[in-house]
C-alpha cells in the first residue's frame, strides 16, 4: 500500500510548517485535514447554517466545492474563489473547532480525506489523521509543545503580520481549544500508542522536520 505519514497534535504545534515541509521534501502528497474543517465552517457561514445543525452542516461537507491549487484554497462552484486567508480568520478557527466535533461532518469527510493517499506516499496532518482516517499508516507522530510555547508562536505570528494580539487571550484560546479537542465524544486528540513523540517546545522548525526525516529514513 501506498505510505502514509501521520501528523496529528494540537492548535499551532507547528504541525502544518513540519508537516509541508516533509512532504515536499519527500516529494510526497500533503493533506492538511484542518483546512477541510475550516472550510465547511465558512461555507457554513456563508449559507446561513448554524455551527451545531449537524445535518445541514454536514451536507454542505458532503457537498463542498473546493480545491486545493499550488498553495492557494478555492471554495464556490467552478471553485473560483480563493478563501486562503479567509479560511484563517477567527470566526473560522472558532467555526471549525465548532463543526468538527459533528459526527456526521466527520463522516461526510472521511472518504474525501483518503482519497488523498496516492502514490509515492502521503504526508497527512490534523487530529485523528492517525486514529480514524489513517489507522494503518506505517508512520505516525504526535506532534505538540507546551501551550505557552504555543501562544507565543502565534503571538509573534500576529505581530508579524501587523495584527493586533494579546498574549493572555491567545493562552486561553489555545487552552479552549484543546479542551475542545480532547474532550469530544468522537475522534479526540489523543497520543497513539504507536505514534512517536516530537515535543517542538525546546525545538524550532529545522530541528523538527530533520526529526520527522528521520523516523521516515531519510
Ligand atoms: O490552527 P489549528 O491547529 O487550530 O487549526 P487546524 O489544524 O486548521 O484545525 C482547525 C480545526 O479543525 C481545529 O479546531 C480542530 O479541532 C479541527 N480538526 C479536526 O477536528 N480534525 C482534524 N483532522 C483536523 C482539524
Not at 521534501?25 to 449537524?54: C, I, K, N, P, Q
Amino acid at each position: 500500500p501506498v505510505p502514509v505519514l501521520a501528523i496529528d497534535g494540537p492548535s499551532a504545534s507547528g504541525k502544518g510548517t513540519v508537516a509541508a515541509r516533509v512532504a515536499e521534501t519527500l516529494g510526497w502528497h500533503y493533506l492538511d485535514s484542518g483546512s477541510l474543517y475550516r472550510l465547511v465552517a465558512l461555507a457554513a457561514m456563508r449559507a446561513g447554517v448554524a455551527f451545531d445543525d449537524e445535518a445541514g452542516v454536514a451536507a454542505l461537507a458532503a457537498g463542498l466545492p473546493a480545491r486545493f491549487e499550488g498553495g492557494r484554497v478555492l471554495l464556490g462552484e467552478g471553485a473560483d474563489r480563493d478563501v486562503t486567508d479567509e479560511i484563517r480568520s477567527e470566526a473560522c478557527s472558532v467555526g471549525a473547532s465548532k463543526v468538527a466535533v459533528l459526527p456526521a461532518v466527520r463522516a461526510a469527510l472521511l472518504d474525501r480525506q483518503r482519497d488523498y493517499r496516492a502514490a509515492p506516499g502521503l504526508v497527512a496532518e490534523g487530529r485523528d489523521m492517525g486514529s480514524v482516517i489513517f489507522p494503518d499508516a506505517g508512520l505516525k507522530v504526535f506532534l505538540t509543545a507546551s501551550a505557552e510555547a504555543r501562544a507565543e508562536r502565534r503571538h509573534k505570528q500576529l505581530i508579524e503580520k501587523g495584527l493586533a494580539a494579546n498574549m493572555e487571550n491567545l493562552l486561553k484560546d489555545l487552552q479552549e481549544r484543546d479542551a475542545r479537542d480532547a474532550a469530544r465524544p468522537v475522534a479526540p486528540l489523543v497520543k497513539l500508542p504507536d505514534a512517536a513523540l516530537l515535543d517542538t517546545t525546546q525545538r524550532d522548525v529545522d530541528e523538527a522536520v530533520a526529526f520527522v526525516l528521520d523516523l521516515v529514513g531519510r
